[in-house]
T-cell receptor, first 112, second 106 residues
Framework: DGGITQSPKYLFRKEGQNVTLSCEQN?????MYWYRQDPGQGLRLIYYSQIVNDFQKGDIAEGYSVSREKKESFPLTVTSAQKNPTAFYLC???????????FGEGSRLTVL | KNEVEQSPQNLTAQEGEFITINCSYS?????LHWLQQHPGGGIVSLFMLSSGKKKHGRLIATINIQEKHSSLHITASHPRDSAVYICANSGNQFYFGTGTSLTVIP
């Protein structure tokens, strides 16, 4: 079945450590997105990529980095520079034809 | 500023009730999306619409472009409808509401 796979589902990290969240899609979508979700707030855009080897900062990119070396993959690194990294992270991709958005199951990061 | 407001924030209903969730947005859009987020966190797309009305099973979504307002209706609600419902508008980017948490009691 086509879809978006995020891993890990749960991740614990000590302060000062970088951590990378994986996002893989087999939907053949060009556009991919990373969002952060905090309680009581709407999803906020971290980074997005419209095409391989190209990506743009979203509204809250500070402390995060991404790469898009393959169409299927858009990993997100949460660096030690991110002041408040504990959150739920969602990866999404969008069809070019209809503009519909597809989401992964999310990764919950807790910094201890 | 592109703002998306949803109401109510929380909603509890008895099984079988008709439910309405509202969404207002401030900036013209290319499409309005309704999403459903289950307790595990995954999100699925329910509707994408730019005009009129769409229906899928017991779910109906409507949009009024002039008033910048959309509604999601659930007929004959069921406990399995319990979830967070999120609206989002899309132009160059997606802008999301904070969600409506729905609980349907048997």
């Amino acid at each position: 079945d086509g879809g978006i796979t995020q891993s890990p589902k749960y991740l614990f990290r000590k302060e000062g450590q970088n951590v990378t969240l994986s996002c893989e899609q087999n939907l053949n979508h060009d556009a991919m997105y990373w969002y952060r979700q905090d309680p009581g707030q709407g999803l906020r855009l971290i980074y997005y990529s419209q095409i391989v080897n190209d990506f743009q900062k979203g509204d809250i990119a500070e402390g995060y980095s991404v790469s898009r070396e393959k169409k299927e993959s858009f990993p997100l690194t949460v660096t030690s520079a991110q002041k408040n990294p504990t959150a739920f992270y969602l990866c999404a991709s969008k069809t070019r034809n209809t503009g519909e958005l597809f989401f992964g199951e999310g990764s919950r990061l807790t910094v201890l | 500023k592109n703002e998306v407001e949803q109401s109510p924030q929380n909603l509890t209903a008895q099984e079988g009730e008709f439910i309405t969730i509202n969404c207002s947005y401030s900036v013209g859009i290319s499409a309005l999306h309704w999403l459903q987020q289950h307790p595990g966190g995954g999100i699925v797309s329910l509707f994408m619409l730019s005009s009129g009305k769409k229906k899928h099973g017991r779910l109906i979504a409507t949009i009024n472009i002039q008033e910048k307002h959309s509604s999601l209706h659930i007929t004959a609600s069921h406990p399995r409808d319990s979830a967070v419902y999120i609206c989002a508008n899309s132009g160059n980017q997606f802008y999301f509401g904070t969600g409506t948490s729905l609980t349907v009691i048997p």
